[in-house]
């Protein structure tokens, strides 16, 4: 079993920047792409962003695309997320997820990880 851990948010004045973070500890043997999918109250879960195992295959979701930036880590399987110019309407609960795969793509669709955290609260006051 993979465990993933998310830390760094917060609160934050809108225009303001935060950086997440994720380590994946456990059976970590092979490839994973990795992603950033959040969940602000009374919506649905939607993925942020996603990286390849590589690192060379990104996705954004167009809400968030020019300001947030998803990286890997020198660390085996760490990913963080750069958000900067951050709105209030990026408030959400926000999860690092994981999937195994063989393809060095970027997973695109929620559907595809089958590893969460716990999530990590980001609340951007206006």
């Known amino acids: 079993q993979v465990q993933l851990v998310e830390s760094g948010g917060g609160l934050v004045q809108a225009g303001g920047s935060l950086r997440l973070s994720c380590a994946a500890s456990?059976?970590?043997?092979?490839?994973?792409?990795m992603g950033w999918l959040r969940q602000a109250p009374g919506k649905e879960r939607e993925l942020v962003a996603g990286?390849?195992?590589?690192?060379?295959?990104?996705y954004y979701v167009g809400s968030v695309k020019g300001r947030f930036t998803i990286s890997r880590g020198n660390v085996r399987n760490t990913v963080y997320l750069q958000m900067n110019s951050l709105r209030p309407e990026d408030t959400a609960v926000y999860y690092c997820?994981?999937?195994?795969?063989?393809?060095?793509?970027?997973?695109?669709?929620?559907?595809?990880?089958?590893?969460w955290g716990q999530g990590t609260q980001v609340t951007v006051s206006s």
């Open positions: 997820a994981a999937v195994l795969t063989s393809r060095d793509i970027a997973a695109i669709r929620l559907s595809e990880y089958d590893h």
């Open positions: 990286i390849s195992w590589s690192g060379g295959s990104l």
């Open positions: 456990g059976r970590t043997f092979g490839n994973y792409a």
